[in-house]
């Protein structure tokens, strides 16, 4: 039986990953190390060694700290600018508000989570929210989504995970969960081998849902 979707918050909820980009990219240029949206793809989103391997292959691993306070401020600033929701998003959870349980896995920092939402008016279509201080490893660990599952009394069988990024398909996997992928933006070209079904629009999800919990009896 279907009884929670997991949702991911930065490229799924709001559009923020062109944000991320910006801050770490300025940080970066402080050190006269250039960073293209190639690079950001291949060393964030898939691989989330990010600074710390731009700035060790540099010799600069003992400003790593330094830069990840600038970037954190940076990224804080530009963020308090506004972020939009992803289209059709409060349509979708509106719809399914009633439905589903429905929580927040997410990589972000609390500050900066509490932040994003603060004018989006999104929350309150949750029940829960995981963030990047609720647990010890982050994605492509499984850690966040397992620790989703332990705390709400949920099997993996009772949930699916929605993500836009190669390191959350995988941590979604590696938990045991199915994942429905919805590329955009930063990741829309990427290769998502071993999710269980790609969609275009979030409002796809919508019929996902109905048919899942119909197959279910429910």
């Known amino acids: 039986m279907l009884k929670a979707v997991l949702w991911d918050n930065d490229g799924v909820l709001v559009d923020t990953e ?60 530009l963020l308090s600018e506004g972020v939009a929701p992803i289209e059709g998003i409060k349509e979708t959870l509106t719809k399914l508000q009633f439905r589903v ?20 008016e999104l929350l309150k279509f949750f029940d829960f929210v995981l963030a990047r201080e609720d647990y010890v490893t982050s994605k492509p660990d499984p850690e966040p989504y397992l620790q989703a599952m332990i705390r709400n009394d949920l099997m993996p069988d009772e949930c699916i995970v929605v993500e836009d990024s190669p390191r959350g398909l995988q941590a979604a996997n590696a938990a045991g969960l199915r994942c429905v992928v919805i590329p955009r933006g930063l990741t829309f070209g990427l290769n998502f081998e071993g999710a ?13 849902v109905e048919s899942l919990q119909n197959s279910d009896g429910t």
Not at 28 to 46: K, Q, T
Not at 102 to 108: D, E, K, R, Y
């Open 196 to 208: 269980w079904i790609r969609i275009k629009r979030v409002a796809d999800l919508i019929p996902i």
């Open 18 to 77: 062109h944000l991320y980009y910006q801050a770490c990219r300025e940080v970066l240029l402080r050190y006269e190390i250039p960073l293209d949206e190639e690079s950001f793809i291949e060393l964030f989103l898939r691989k989330s060694e990010g600074l710390i391997a731009l700035l060790s292959e540099r010799g600069l691993s003992k400003k790593l700290e330094i830069a990840q306070d600038w970037r954190n401020r940076r990224y804080t600033q």
């Open 101 to 120: 349980q429905m929580g927040i896995v997410t990589s972000s920092r609390k500050e900066h989570f509490e932040l994003i939402h603060a004018q989006t």
